[in-house]
């Protein structure tokens, strides 16, 4: 940030700083309406050698990418700073972006390499960022600020999916080609704009990035340190490190007059008596302890601080969870479903909807929705309506019963297969809420990165595998067993779900 204020004013600079520097997660909500004119372009456009690989690959291994991005933020963050990491993420990312108009017509794989391992690399840095500085400024509000910071991305994509439209197929021209059981476009006018299009989408990513970073401060939370390269040593990204050393600081000493052999004496009285932490009363021992932390609200939140940290698992310990298997499962069904969504939700459509506006709109729609239920769901869950839990259910079975008709629902009805569109986009757009969640109300805070990262790794399984996949499915048993399969594998998932206990105090090292 460019300028000094208060703690106050920066934790609103940091939130809403936090909204647009996330902006470059909205590539998996943009790459399903991208895909069918990069798509068309690799077969009727490009270089004659160009087709060195398979643009399937593009979407999954930057869903794969995000988790190993997570853990090299911390890498980043101690040699710059997290602030820093973060633009230094932001750099790469539109590079990467703006050079891809320039790959497209050279080489698939370069234009994979970039779409995908760079750019989620770059992707998952940025989330760590974003995630650290809302659960640094506003911890005791994450649930709802962690739903509507990933929601703008998604938002984002809205103004990204109408502009890309607008500038290669502003005359809804149908699809003219065929090819197996996918269709393509063949016309030049289309074809020419592609490369035009990849550099909007990169301005307008850079735009909002800009603005982020000139909101976002130094400093990743209200502590009295800064979130500098020695405090991120010892700790996950830019949590103030004088902050944890404080609270544990505090929590020994509770312990040591818990046990104290002075315990309710005049003695203790004397020596604690005075001392601005602590008070005792004639009780003694049990009400002494109990009226910790009551003479000021800066003292109360430095216990709730200690206590949170005292119950934090190491990245050891989450492995050790059925917890975390449980949301593994769970997210392996929620990012396949994601993938073919985001893949073929329009590529599908055209074989049954000509009408390439009709499934912009969709696409355009897909965010809102998204942003909307999780907006809702967050809402909902700071309030304790209902369970990280009840929301991993209700999502996952509803998945599994939108995939298993998929396939029938555009033959139907367009209508239709919009609402079946935006109800798989409401259900798998949970999984990007609920994933630091988890690892923050689960696992605890001392090690949020880490564990986040560790819970992303069912984007790694599903970005690499997914593609090994969902070829052969597609082509040797077609779009039905395509969708079925996430259907099924969705309804394994509910399975684990439901079986598994998820009280965050049983949990507890």
């Not at 709802?144 to 999916?161: E, V």
């Not at 805070?445 to 790794?457: E, K, M, R, V, Y």
Request: hydrophobic share 45%; charged share 10%.
């Amino acid at each position: 940030m460019l300028w000094r204020c208060s703690d106050k004013c920066m934790k609103y600079c940091s939130i809403i700083g936090a909204h647009f520097v996330l902006s470059p997660l909205s590539f998996a909500w943009v790459y399903g309406n991208l895909s069918e004119y990069v798509d068309s372009y690799f077969r009727y456009a490009c270089a004659p050698k160009c087709m060195d690989g398979d643009s399937h690959w593009t979407l999954g291994v930057a869903l794969a990418m995000q988790c190993p991005g997570i853990f090299i933020a911390k890498k980043f963050a101690d040699k710059v700073g997290l602030k820093f990491a973060g633009v230094l993420a932001a750099i790469i990312f539109n590079a990467c972006t703006f050079a891809c108009a320039w790959t497209v017509g050279l080489s698939v794989a370069w234009t994979t390499v970039l779409l995908g391992v760079v750019m989620g690399l770059m992707q998952g840095v940025t989330s760590a960022v974003a995630f650290q500085y809302v659960s640094g400024w506003a911890a005791d509000k994450a649930p709802i600020f962690m739903a509507t910071t990933s929601g703008f991305a998604t938002l984002s994509s809205m103004l990204h999916n109408q502009l890309i439209t607008a500038i290669v197929n502003p005359d809804n021209l149908k699809p003219d080609a065929v090819q197996g059981s996918r269709i393509f476009f063949s016309q030049q006018d289309i074809l020419d704009k592609v490369p035009t299009a990849l550099i909007a989408y990169g301005g307008v990513t850079l735009g909002f990035q800009v603005v982020g970073y000139l909101l976002l401060p130094t400093r990743a939370g209200a502590g009295d340190g800064t979130a500098s390269p020695d405090t991120n040593k010892n700790n996950d990204l830019g949590r103030p490190c004088s902050d944890i050393v404080r609270a544990e600081e505090h929590t020994a000493h509770l312990k040591s007059l818990q046990n104290s052999e002075f315990q309710g004496s005049d003695s203790c009285r004397k020596t604690y008596g005075s001392n601005k932490y602590f008070t005792t009363s004639e009780s003694g021992a049990k009400t002494g302890t109990q009226s910790v932390m009551r003479t000021s609200n800066d003292n109360s939140d430095r216990e709730s601080q200690a206590k949170d940290t005292s119950r934090s698992l190491t990245p050891i310990q989450v492995l050790k969870t059925p917890v975390f298997y449980a949301f593994f499962m769970y997210g392996v069904s929620m990012m396949f479903g994601l993938l073919l969504k985001a893949n073929y939700y329009k590529q599908f459509g055209l074989v049954y909807i000509h009408n390439d506006r009709y499934l912009t709109l969709v696409g355009t729609l897909i965010p809102v929705v998204a942003s909307v239920s999780r907006f809702l769901v967050g809402a909902a869950l700071n309030r304790n309506l209902f369970t990280i839990k009840d929301v991993l259910v209700v999502s996952v079975a509803i998945n599994s019963v939108l995939c298993a008709f998929w396939y029938i629902v555009p033959q139907v009805n367009d209508l239709l297969y919009m609402f079946l569109i935006l109800g798989l986009a409401v259900v798998q757009s949970l999984f990007y809420m609920i994933l630091p969640l988890v690892a923050l109300q689960m696992f605890g805070p001392a090690h949020f990165s880490t564990n986040h990262g560790l819970i992303l790794l069912c984007a790694v399984f599903v970005g690499i595998l997914g593609p090994v996949v969902i070829s052969p499915l597609m082509n040797v048993l077609g779009w039905f067993w395509l969708f079925g399969s996430a259907s099924i594998l969705s309804l394994l998932a509910l399975v684990f779900v439901v079986s598994v206990d998820m009280n965050p105090q049983s949990l507890s090292p």
